[in-house]
């Protein structure tokens, strides 16, 4: 629930002599994309999988470590970028929509109930709100079809 995206442009203002308002340069935009999960279990299995599927996206908030031989084995940092899909609004069915976990937000509502059984003591319901930042596969332009609707293999 509670999709919004937010579409940022930057601009820079520069002052030039005799003028009496900034010229405005057009640098970048960002886009980003939050929503929130409700998720609830009602059954054992499905805490199991609730958790472990939380377990999975809080992963994607960190580096894989990767050996690298050209570094004498030393390790290194892979970035945790991720692919979206959400129906035909972010991404399709041939591309889905690339970009990175900007931030997670879990909150465990007061009147959640929790799960009882030793070694199981948690709450059966969590709220998620996440942060998607959008990383564009081509640098979008005036022409890009940004929704999964229409999205084609160029501006993906």
């Given at each position: 629930?509670?999709?919004t995206?937010?579409?940022?442009?930057?601009?820079?203002s520069?002052?030039?002599?005799?003028?009496?308002?900034?010229?405005?340069?057009?640098?970048?935009?960002?886009?980003?994309?939050?929503?929130?999960?409700?998720?609830?279990?009602?059954?054992?299995?499905?805490?199991?999988?609730?958790?472990?599927?939380?377990?999975?996206?809080?992963?994607?908030?960190?580096?894989?470590?990767?050996?690298?031989?050209?570094?004498?084995?030393?390790?290194?940092?892979?970035?945790?970028?991720?692919?979206?899909?959400?129906?035909?609004?972010?991404?399709?069915?041939?591309?889905d929509?690339?970009?990175?976990?900007?931030?997670i937000?879990?909150?465990?509502?007061?009147?959640?109930?929790?799960?009882?059984?030793?070694?199981?003591?948690?709450?059966?319901?969590?709220?998620?709100?996440?942060?998607?930042?959008?990383?564009?596969?081509?640098?979008?332009?005036?022409?890009?079809?940004?929704?999964?609707?229409?999205?084609?293999?160029?501006?993906?």
């Amino acid at each position: 629930e509670g999709i919004t995206e937010n579409v940022s442009p930057t601009w820079t203002s520069e002052n030039y002599i005799g003028r009496s308002e900034p010229v405005w340069i057009y640098e970048r935009a960002e886009r980003d994309v939050s929503f929130t999960l409700k998720l609830f279990a009602q059954t054992a299995s499905e805490l199991d999988m609730i958790y472990g599927k939380l377990n999975k996206l809080t992963s994607l908030c960190y580096p894989e470590y990767k050996s690298d031989g050209s570094l004498g084995g030393k390790r290194r940092m892979k970035s945790p970028y991720v692919a979206l899909r959400m129906g035909e609004l972010y991404g399709n069915a041939d591309f889905d929509q690339t970009g990175f976990i900007k931030s997670i937000n879990y909150i465990v509502p007061e009147t959640a109930t929790w799960e009882y059984k030793k070694g199981k003591r948690v709450p059966k319901l969590i709220t998620s709100t996440i942060n998607y930042q959008i990383v564009h596969r081509m640098p979008p332009d005036f022409a890009t079809s940004f929704y999964g609707k229409g999205m084609d293999i160029g501006h993906a």
